[in-house]
C-alpha cells in the first residue's frame, strides 16, 4: 500500500495539492485537498469517474466533480431553517432556494495527513467551517477519511462537530462513469420508495412507489431505458435527479458496465441519483455531455418543509457517514 502527493499550486495562501493513494493489486485513486475531492479512480488502466483534464482546473469554475458537498448537498426550500421560534436564513443561490451549502467546503483548501500500512492507504482530510459562513450557525470541524485496501474497496467516512445546533447533510459527488457513458449504464437500487420533486428539485408529496415507474431499479436495467420513457417526473428534472429511499439491504446500489463493476454501501437512509442532466459540453466540463455519468450521493432525503429535524445536529453531537466503493472487474 502506498501514498503519496504533489503540490500543484497555491490558493488563499494555502498550497493545493494532489494525493495518490495507490492498492497492492494495481488500483490508484487520486485526490486533491480542494474540496477534499476523488479526481480519478483508475482500475486496470481505466478512469471509473468523471475527470477534467488538469488538477488546476478544478478550482477555476465551480463543478461538484468528486467534492465533499457541505453543510449541505441538496437543495433547502426558500433557504430557511425553522427551529423551535427561530428562522435562519441562508443565501439563496438557485433561484428561490439555497442549494450545495452556498460557497460551501466544496470551494475550501482542506488540511490533510496520508497514512499506509500492509492493510491499507488513507488520506484524513479536516476543515473548520466558521460560523456564519454561509448563513449556518455553529463552528463545525469536518473530516472527511479516504481508505483504499487491497480488495478494490474505496471507504469514504465524513465526520463533524459543532459547537452550537446547526444543520448538516453533506454528501460525496463523484460521477462515476466505469468506464462508459452513464446511460449506458446497468444500475441496480436497493430502494421500494422515491421521492417526486417540482420543477426546482424539491420535494412535493412524500414518498411514492418505485413499481410501474421509471424509477424502479429493484432489478439491474440499463439507465438509458429508463430515461427513455415518457414520465413527468424526468421531463421536470431533464432526467434522474431524485431521492432513493433505502430499504436496508446491504447493497445499497450497484452498477455495471461490459468489463467493470461498482457495489455501494452506505450507512444513509437515502441516496440522490442524478445523471449530468445538466452537461452540455460548456465551461470547464466541455468534455462532458448530458447523461455521461451518474452521482450515487449518500444523504437524508431532503424536504419540501423548513422543519429540517432529520438534518439538525445539536451543539457536541458527532455525525458519521460512511460509504464504502467496491469495484470490481467483470
Same mark, same amino acid.
Given at each position: 500500500?502506498?501514498?503519496?502527493?504533489?503540490?500543484?499550486?497555491?490558493?488563499?495562501?494555502?498550497?493545493l495539492?494532489?494525493i495518490?493513494?495507490?492498492?497492492?493489486?494495481?488500483?490508484?485513486?487520486?485526490?486533491?485537498?480542494?474540496?477534499?475531492?476523488?479526481?480519478?479512480?483508475?482500475?486496470?488502466?481505466?478512469?471509473?469517474?468523471l475527470?477534467?483534464?488538469?488538477?488546476?482546473?478544478?478550482?477555476?469554475?465551480?463543478?461538484?466533480?468528486?467534492?465533499?458537498?457541505?453543510?449541505?448537498?441538496?437543495?433547502?426550500?426558500?433557504?430557511?431553517?425553522?427551529?423551535?421560534?427561530?428562522?435562519?436564513?441562508?443565501?439563496l443561490?438557485?433561484?428561490?432556494?439555497?442549494?450545495?451549502?452556498?460557497?460551501?467546503?466544496?470551494?475550501?483548501?482542506?488540511?490533510?495527513?496520508?497514512?499506509?500500512?500492509?492493510?491499507?492507504?488513507?488520506?484524513?482530510?479536516?476543515?473548520?467551517?466558521?460560523?456564519?459562513?454561509?448563513?449556518?450557525?455553529?463552528?463545525?470541524?469536518?473530516?472527511?477519511?479516504?481508505?483504499?485496501?487491497?480488495?478494490?474497496?474505496?471507504?469514504?467516512?465524513?465526520?463533524?462537530?459543532s459547537?452550537?445546533?446547526?444543520?448538516?447533510?453533506?454528501a460525496?459527488?463523484?460521477?462515476?462513469?466505469?468506464?462508459?457513458?452513464?446511460?449506458?449504464?446497468?444500475?441496480?437500487?436497493?430502494?421500494?420508495?422515491?421521492?417526486?420533486?417540482? #420543477?426546482?428539485?424539491?420535494? /412535493? @408529496?412524500?414518498?411514492?412507489? +418505485?413499481?410501474? !415507474?421509471p424509477?424502479? =431499479?429493484?432489478? &439491474?436495467r *440499463?439507465?438509458?431505458?429508463?430515461?427513455?420513457?415518457?414520465?413527468?417526473?424526468?421531463?421536470?428534472?431533464?432526467?434522474?435527479?431524485?431521492?432513493?429511499?433505502?430499504?436496508?439491504?446491504?447493497?445499497?446500489?450497484?452498477?455495471?458496465?461490459?468489463?467493470? #463493476?461498482?457495489?455501494?454501501? /452506505? @450507512?444513509?437512509?437515502?441516496? +440522490?441519483?442524478? !445523471?449530468?442532466?445538466? =452537461?452540455?459540453? &460548456?465551461? *470547464?466540463?466541455?468534455?462532458?455531455?448530458?447523461?455521461?455519468?451518474?452521482?450515487?450521493?449518500?444523504?437524508?432525503?431532503?424536504v419540501?418543509?423548513?422543519?429540517?429535524?432529520?438534518?439538525?445536529?445539536?451543539?457536541?453531537?458527532?455525525f458519521?457517514?460512511?460509504?464504502?466503493?467496491?469495484?470490481?472487474?467483470?
Amino acid at each position: 500500500m502506498k501514498t503519496s502527493f504533489r503540490k500543484y499550486g497555491r490558493l488563499k495562501g494555502q498550497d493545493l495539492c494532489e494525493i495518490t493513494l495507490t492498492n497492492d493489486v494495481g488500483m490508484e485513486v487520486k485526490l486533491l485537498n480542494y474540496g477534499a475531492t476523488l479526481e480519478s479512480l483508475t482500475l486496470a488502466g481505466v478512469n471509473m469517474v468523471l475527470t477534467l483534464p488538469k488538477s488546476e482546473d478544478y478550482h477555476q469554475e465551480r463543478n461538484y466533480l468528486g467534492g465533499t458537498i457541505g453543510r449541505i448537498c441538496g437543495r433547502i426550500a426558500k433557504g430557511e431553517w425553522k427551529h423551535g421560534n427561530e428562522v435562519t436564513h441562508l443565501p439563496l443561490n438557485e433561484g428561490e432556494n439555497h442549494v450545495h451549502g452556498g460557497l460551501g467546503i466544496d470551494t475550501d483548501v482542506w488540511n490533510f495527513q496520508l497514512q499506509a500500512d500492509e492493510t491499507s492507504a488513507r488520506a484524513v482530510f479536516t476543515i473548520v467551517d466558521y460560523a456564519g459562513h454561509n448563513g449556518f450557525p455553529g463552528n463545525l470541524k469536518v473530516k472527511v477519511t479516504y481508505r483504499l485496501d487491497s480488495q478494490n474497496n474505496l471507504d469514504y467516512k465524513i465526520e463533524a462537530l459543532s459547537d452550537q445546533m446547526t444543520i448538516f447533510n453533506p454528501a460525496n459527488h463523484t460521477y462515476f462513469t466505469l468506464g462508459k457513458r452513464g446511460a449506458d449504464l446497468m444500475m441496480k437500487v436497493a430502494a421500494d420508495y422515491y421521492l417526486p420533486v417540482d #420543477g426546482a428539485g424539491i420535494p /412535493t @408529496d412524500g414518498m411514492h412507489p +418505485v413499481a410501474g !415507474t421509471p424509477f424502479d =431499479f429493484r432489478k &439491474s436495467r *440499463i439507465i438509458g431505458d429508463a430515461l427513455a420513457e415518457e414520465d413527468e417526473q424526468l421531463k421536470l428534472r431533464n432526467g434522474f435527479d431524485h431521492p432513493f429511499i433505502l430499504n436496508g439491504e446491504k447493497i445499497a446500489a450497484k452498477l455495471e458496465s461490459h468489463h467493470f #463493476g461498482l457495489e455501494f454501501t /452506505t @450507512d444513509a437512509p437515502a441516496v +440522490v441519483i442524478y !445523471t449530468g442532466n445538466h =452537461f452540455d459540453h &460548456s465551461g *470547464i466540463c466541455r468534455d462532458f455531455g448530458q447523461y455521461d455519468a451518474v452521482t450515487l450521493e449518500a444523504q437524508y432525503p431532503p424536504v419540501g418543509d423548513h422543519n429540517l429535524q432529520a438534518i439538525t445536529l445539536l451543539a457536541g453531537e458527532k455525525f458519521e457517514r460512511n460509504c464504502r466503493y467496491h469495484f470490481y472487474q467483470k
